[in-house]
Nanobody, 124 residues
């Protein structure tokens, strides 16, 4: 069992930056690939970024590529996403997720555990 708690959301201006954190419980954090997803009002939850458990390979949605950076610190049981050059369309609730798999990380159906989410609002 893994429990995930996101933090770092808030209000930012367009062009600004935010860094989201996700703290994971348990002693086997390194056994999980981690992902970030987001859900805007009236829209489905969509993939943002993921990082594998084996080589720390990273994957990004086209909409955030070049602006967002995902990273993990296995010693701290944490995963982060640095969000730069924010746009109003980045406004959403952002969720951290964990999966025992190390493939198909862009699919929300492949994740086993989810956090409660943190709100990110980008003002124009």
């Amino acid at each position: 069992q893994v429990q995930l708690v996101e933090s770092g959301g808030g209000l930012a201006q367009a062009g600004g930056s935010l860094r989201l954190s996700c703290a994971a419980s348990g002693r086997t954090f390194g056994n999980y690939a981690m992902g970030w997803f987001r859900q805007a009002p009236g829209k489905e939850r969509e993939f943002v970024a993921a990082i594998s458990k084996s080589r720390g390979s990273t994957y990004y949605a086209d909409s955030v590529k070049g602006r967002f950076t995902i990273s993990r610190d296995n010693a701290k049981n944490a995963v982060y996403v640095q969000m730069n050059t924010l746009k109003p369309e980045d406004t959403a609730v952002y969720y951290c997720a964990a999966t025992i798999r190390d493939y198909g990380l862009g699919s929300r159906g492949g994740y086993d555990y989810w956090g409660q989410g943190t709100q990110v609002t980008v003002a124009s």
